[in-house]
């Protein structure tokens, strides 16, 4: 479904059961979920995501990115899209809607294993997105899915975990300390003693996970597969465990829309408990001035309390020139009024683990990375 919002394409796709089946060669090469009759696949997929999830994540994307793999100029497009990269002509890459889903099945698996390692290492990340019974995102130049795909996978994963399923094997995070602190501040908290007698609890509200992406490409088919997939292999459903996945894509300038006061994304920010810029700060730092005013509109209508994660490379194309002088984009960031830094690693490695399968080779990265949260003006908010 296309709706059109204030002279922008916007696509709203609500929730559904539909099975949304995989297709191509590649995708029933790498999937053995894929194989199994009917009935059993669901409960088969959703087993895999547990115990292999790195595994599930790249066997999801390669069934959505299997129609792209056939296409006969996939290697010439890829080697266009490298050589603009090169020259920094991001405008070549994403406003090519040929170029879309060729950049997402190369770039998007090594991103979407990145983050959701990420998730799984930091505590303070893991106990947000374990926590919220319902959890409202917005992801700016979010258009080829990893975050969207890497937080539906952690919040499918929490939900498992959360519902008292034993820590499945091989999964890092079942076993980190970061974990295990998150479940136990959990226990603690049903724990507490309860006055006599004891009150009829009020029923949780439903689980949900809401993604609202906004990105200048034509990402909407890109995404739509991708939401399609994740809810019937990762079993998401009102009622389900994991709960309902709702996602929205917006296709607009961000730093047009922040500065038009752009009615959508306000309300969106205003409502958002975590906000996501990955590996896109350094693209929007081109205008460097229309950047630094999407940040004051993130810090004037983010609620105190919510979250602004910033990835994005650890190399040279987070150089920012002032004059002479060259600096990392995030010390500009760190700069900011406003924000209370939670989470700051100036380069970390992502290295695909060994024996992962993908038709295409998955790359490591280094990365820098940087969690804030939105002051309030008296003492600061703890992250719960
Ligand atoms: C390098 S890709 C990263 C995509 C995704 N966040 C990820 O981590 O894989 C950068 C994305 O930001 C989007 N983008 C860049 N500048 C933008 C702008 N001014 N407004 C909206 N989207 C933008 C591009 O269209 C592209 O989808």
Redesign the pocket.
Known sequence: MATRSSGRKAAAFASKDSAATAHGPAAAASNPAQRTPGGHRSELCRNVLRTAPDQAVLDLLAACAADTFARPDFGQQLVSIKKSFVERD?DA???TPAH?PI??AQ??PG??LC?LDLIRTEPLLLRFLLRRQRLRTV?????????IVALAAARALLAERRAGDAPASGDASAAAPDGSAAAAADRLATLDLQPHPVPVPAAPPPRLTDLHV????D?GDVLTRQAEVMRERWQFAAGAAAGELRFRFVE??????AASAHGDLLRELARADLV?????I???F??RE?TLALLKVLLEHMRPGALLLV?DSAGDFSHLQVGRRTFMVYTLLDSLRGWRQLVAHDAQWYRVPPGLRYPLEVQNMRYFVRLYQRERDEPPANVQ
């Open positions: 991001y890459v994403f406003k879309l950049y997402a770039y998007t991103r979407a983050y992801c700016l130049g979010g258009g080829a899915g990893s975050e906004y990105d200048m490409g990402w607009g300038d961000i730093l047009d829309m996501t810029a990955m590996f896109v350094n693209e929007l081109v205008s229309r990835v």
